[in-house]
C-alpha cells in the first residue's frame, strides 16, 4: 500500500480503467499503439506518416507542437500551426491524436486533440495537472526522468482528484548511471504499475532508449510485461528529423514491430 495514493489504486478499483476515444478503448485487454514524428514538421509529412502508420495497425497518431527542448536554442515546433496540420490529418486519416500540451493557456488550442499529452519535463507541473484534471479529455502521464514511481501516481491523483478519472500512465524510461542509452527503460516498473493502479500503462521506448535498433526489441518486452500499449516514434526520413531522429524508426521498420508486437500479445493469451 502506498500512502495518499486513493483514486488510482487497483484495492479501490480491482477492474481495470477503460478509457474510450471515439470507437477506441485502451487499457483492459487492448493493445494500443501511438505512433508518429517526434514533431510535426510539415503537411507532407505528417500526413505522409499519419497513412502509413495506420496501414500497418497503429490506432492514434503522436505528433509534437509544442515540443518542450532541453536547449531552447533547439527546434521548439510548429506551435499552433502543427495543431492545425494534426487537424488535418486526423479529417484524412479517421486517427484520433495525442499532443504534448506545455501550459494550460493553450487549452483552446487543443480543442480537436482527442488526448493530451503531460511530457517527463512537465509530470510535476501541479498547477496543469490541476487544470487538466477538470478537463474531460484523456491526459497521457509521462514518467518524469528522475521521479519514482509513488511519484507518478500522485501525479495522476492530482489529475483524478480534480475530476478527470481517465489517466493513461506511461513508462518513457529514467535517469541513471548508464549514458549508452538515452534512459533506462524501466520494465518493472510496468509490472509493478499493473498491479498498483487499474489505470491503462503504456511504453515508449523511442525516449526510453534513444537508439532507433532498440524499439522493436524493447516494444516486444514492454507488450510481454503487461504493458496495454506502445508510443513510438516514426519518421519517414529518420536522417532529416528536425527531432529525435536517432531513435525514429522508419514506417518499415514500424510494420513489421506491429506485426511481432501482435504476435507476442497473442501469445499471452
Ligand atoms: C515526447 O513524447 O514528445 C516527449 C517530449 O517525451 P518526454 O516528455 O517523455 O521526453
Ligand atoms: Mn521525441
Sequence with gaps: MIDNINKSDRRFHPEDTIISVGDLTIGGDNLTIIAGPCSVESEEQIIQIARSIKESGANILR??????????????????????????????????????IVGINHLDLFDDIDILQVGARNMQNFELLKELGKTDKPILLKRGFSNTIK????????????GNNKVILCERGIRTFEPMTRNTLDLSAVSLLKELTHLPVIVDP??????????????LASVACGANGLMIEVHNSPENALSDGEQAVTPEEFDNIVKKVNNIKNALK
Design 151 to 162: 511519484e507518478l501516481l500522485l501525479s495522476a491523483e492530482y489529475i483524478m482528484s480534480n
Design 63 to 100: 505528433g509534437g507542437a509544442f515540443k518542450p527542448r532541453t536547449s531552447p536554442y533547439d527546434f521548439q515546433g510548429k506551435k499552433a500551426d502543427g495543431i492545425k496540420l494534426l487537424s488535418l490529418a486526423k479529417r484524412e486519416t479517421g486517427l484520433p491524436i495525442v499532443s504534448e
Design 206 to 219: 523511442s525516449h526510453a532508449t534513444g537508439i532507433s535498433s532498440l524499439v522493436e526489441p524493447m516494444s
